[in-house]
C-alpha cells in the first residue's frame, strides 16, 4: 500500500480542521484514489474463496472520511482513519463482511458482523446455542490463531441474555454485541509490498466465521 495513505492520516489528525483540509485537497485526493485502487485490486483475490463479491467496486465499500458530528461532542469534521466495507452489498451492508481498516498505529483487518439489529443478534446467538462446538473450533482454529485470537470483546453484556439458560455451558459466547474477529497491523506491515497477499490470507482465514453467521441470519 502507498505510504502517502499513512502521511497523509498523520497529518490530517495534527490538523483536523477544514482549512487545512482544503488546502492539503489534492493530497487527500492522491491518498483516496490509492486507497481505491488497493480495495479494486484485493476484491478480485478475495473473490477466489468469496464469489459474492466479485462484482462490487472500492467505492461501493469505502466510507467517507467526513464525519457526522451532529450528536457527537467531538466536533472535529474528518475520520483519521480510511476504511472499507467489503461484502456483496458494499458497505451499506449489514451482514457478516471483511474490514480493512487504515490508521497510523490502529490499522487492522476484521471480520464477522458488527452491530448486529436485534433480531440478527438474536438469530446469531440461537446457532451458536444450537452449535457452540462448531463455533468454538471456528475460534480455535489454529492457522487463525496465529493471526487473530477470540471475538472481540468490546461492549459485551455483562448478564446473560434472556430467552438462554444462564446455565448452558457457553454462555460466555452468548454475551457479545458483536461477532468480530480482529488481526491488528503495524504500519510496517500496510506498506509492505506484499501487503495485499498478508490481507488476503487473513481474509480468508477468516471466511469460516462468515460462513458461520450467514447461515445464522439466513439459514
Same mark, same amino acid.
Given at each position: 500500500m502507498d505510504p502517502i495513505i499513512l502521511d497523509f492520516l498523520r497529518q490530517l489528525k495534527e490538523n483536523n480542521n477544514r482549512e487545512w483540509f482544503q488546502a492539503n485537497k489534492k493530497m487527500y $485526493?492522491?491518498?483516496?484514489?490509492?486507497?481505491?485502487?488497493f480495495v479494486d485490486n484485493l476484491i478480485p483475490m478475495m473473490a477466489v474463496f468469496e464469489p459474492s463479491i466479485k462484482f462490487v467496486s472500492a467505492k461501493e465499500c469505502m466510507f467517507r472520511i467526513f464525519r457526522d458530528v451532529r450528536f457527537s461532542k467531538d466536533k472535529s469534521p474528518y475520520k483519521t482513519n480510511m476504511g472499507a466495507w467489503i461484502t456483496k452489498g #458494499? &458497505?451499506?451492508?449489514? #451482514?457478516? #463482511?471483511? @474490514?480493512?481498516?487504515?490508521?497510523? #498505529?490502529?490499522?487492522?483487518?476484521? =471480520? =464477522?458482523? @458488527?452491530?448486529?439489529?436485534? $433480531?440478527?443478534?438474536?438469530?446469531? &446467538?440461537?446457532?451458536? @446455542?444450537?452449535?457452540?462446538?462448531?463455533?468454538?473450533?471456528?475460534?480455535e482454529n489454529k492457522n487463525a490463531k496465529k493471526y487473530f485470537t477470540g471475538l472481540s470483546d468490546w461492549d459485551k453484556q455483562k448478564l446473560p441474555p434472556r430467552d438462554f439458560p444462564k446455565d448452558f455451558p457457553d454462555i460466555d459466547l452468548l454475551k457479545n454485541r458483536h461477532y468480530t474477529v480482529a488481526c491488528m497491523l503495524s504500519d510496517n506491515q500496510v506498506i509492505e509490498k506484499d501487503f495485499s497477499k498478508l490481507v488476503v490470507k487473513v481474509f480468508g482465514l477468516m471466511k469460516p466465521l462468515n460462513v458461520f453467521l450467514e447461515r445464522a441470519l439466513n439459514g
Open positions: $485526493d492522491t491518498a483516496k484514489l490509492e486507497m481505491e485502487a #458494499g &458497505r451499506k451492508s449489514s #451482514g457478516p #463482511g471483511y @474490514y480493512l481498516h487504515i490508521q497510523p #498505529g490502529e490499522s487492522m483487518l476484521a =471480520g =464477522g458482523v @458488527y452491530m448486529p439489529e436485534t $433480531d440478527q443478534l438474536k438469530k446469531i &446467538r440461537q446457532e451458536i @446455542y444450537y452449535n457452540a462446538e462448531e463455533f468454538k473450533a471456528i475460534l
